[in-house]
Nanobody, 116 residues
């Protein structure tokens, strides 16, 4: 099983980034996918989740209206479009796949830094 995040980087406040998480080794289309983040000195928090079909999404209040989670089951990839980034969005972002008793499977994380 592999989940590989990409797309992180250093941006200024107000800018955008799109994170990707390419997955392999499990039946991606059967899994709920989630994005978490962990800032220095803070606990890991759930940012967004998407159902296996993509029909249902949920967001943390802190990112609602700014972030959009999506998935492409044909490419085994989940995305996180992040707009209007703020310094408080600075964190390592992780993707996770879970399905009932299987998983969860974590990626290695990608750093997002928002700073002027």
């Amino acid at each position: 099983v592999q989940l590989v995040e990409s797309g992180g980087g250093l941006v200024q406040p107000g800018e955008s980034l799109r994170l990707s998480c390419a997955s392999s080794g499990f039946t991606f289309s059967a899994y709920v996918m989630r994005w978490y983040r962990q800032a220095p000195g803070k606990e890991r928090e759930l940012v967004a989740s998407i159902s296996s079909t993509g029909g249902t999404t949920n967001y943390a209040n802190s990112v609602k209206g700014r972030f959009t989670i999506s998935r492409d089951n044909g490419k085994n990839t989940v995305y996180l479009q992040m707009n209007s980034l703020k310094p408080e969005d600075t964190a390592v972002y992780y993707c996770l796949g879970a399905s009932g008793s299987k998983g969860p499977y974590w990626g290695q994380g990608t750093q997002v830094t928002v700073s002027s």
